[in-house]
């Protein structure tokens, strides 16, 4: 018997940073949307833990016991007193390191997976705070459509949405560290007072009438400052897609994956087709969000 999760990849509409906490985490205000780009996590007994992976970038996922759709089994094993002896095998097609929470996405679906195969009888709100254990974004991963993460981003409040937006995703040609990115803010922040984050009321309205000129007015990543100080050919990247007509264009969470939002699927296609030939990324994407969370096949 084997069970297969397939799990969302995200985008962050707003990124809110507050200053450094004394634990090293920052408080966010963080509104997330799933968006169809997806992993599929397969879970099958096996004689011990063991993890494999195919797909774009599977060279750089790894596959010991820090994945953390390893961290999610062993996590929900030990609270069931029982051994973690499955194979999880992840096909991969959400980019790595690239902000859109592909490793928390292969936790989460792991976790639901494990829950389902062990018939573990787990409740939701354990389930999220293994998820919370796990990692910040893991969580929404779980749950995916549209939510305002508070705290490290672990603290899900669902949103509504009022309609389906369109979006292309450019791959960039290396990853970023999400903990360098996080340095790089904080010494960019360095001598200047930062506010409490806060998310947008205008932005929250937006997504509420599905409205994507609204929506395209209010996006915002206090990250990106940073993760462009970092990778600086991803101004090129963001150019390109602004000058092929994107409503909008970001980099994804911490990078270095840039977001461009477009008003329908022809818009999106014109837009992923410049990017493309522009010569600033990698592989194009097009997505639409909300989407549903890890989801049992």
């Not at 985008?11 to 799933?34: K, S, T």
């Not at 969580?139 to 309609?163: M, N, Q």
């Not at 007072?193 to 806060?198: D, L, Q, S, T, Y």
Request: glycine share 12%; net charge negative.
């Amino acid at each position: 018997m084997s069970v297969t999760v397939r799990v969302p990849a995200k985008v962050n509409v707003q990124l809110a940073v507050g200053a450094a906490r004394p634990d090293g985490f920052h408080d966010l205000a963080n509104v997330f949307l799933a968006v169809g780009l997806y992993d599929e996590v397969t879970v099958t007994p096996a004689a011990e833990l063991r993890v494999t992976c195919d797909g774009p970038d599977a060279g750089q996922v790894p596959l010991d016991r820090t994945n953390l759709a390893a961290r999610a089994a062993i996590a929900l094993a030990g609270r069931r007193g029982i051994e973690p002896n499955v194979h999880l095998h992840i096909a991969k097609d959400i980019p790595v390191a690239g902000g859109m929470a592909g490793g928390s996405a292969d936790g989460a679906g792991a976790l639901l997976a494990c829950d389902t195969l062990w018939g573990t009888g787990a409740s939701r709100e354990e389930l999220l705070e293994i998820c919370a254990e796990l990692g910040s974004d893991v969580p929404f991963s779980l749950v995916g459509g549209a939510a305002l993460g508070v705290g490290r981003g672990e603290r899900l409040t669902a949103l509504e949405v009022g309609g389906t937006f369109h979006w292309v995703f450019a791959m960039a040609g290396r990853g970023l560290s999400t903990p360098a990115v996080f340095r790089e803010f904080d010494r960019l922040a360095e001598g200047r007072a930062i506010p409490e984050p806060v998310a947008s009321a205008d932005l929250l309205a937006a997504l509420a009438k599905g409205d994507a000129d609204a929506l395209a007015a209010t996006v915002s990543n206090d990250l990106q400052p940073a993760a462009l100080s970092l990778f600086p050919e991803l101004a090129d990247t963001l150019a390109a897609g602004r000058g092929a007509g994107a409503l909008t264009a970001l980099v994804s969470g911490s990078g270095p994956t840039t977001a461009f939002l477009a008003r329908d699927a022809e818009a999106a296609e014109k837009v992923a087709e410049a990017l493309r030939v522009s010569g600033t990324c990698g592989a194009v994407r097009t997505a639409v969000g909300p989407v549903a969370g890890a989801t049992v096949l």
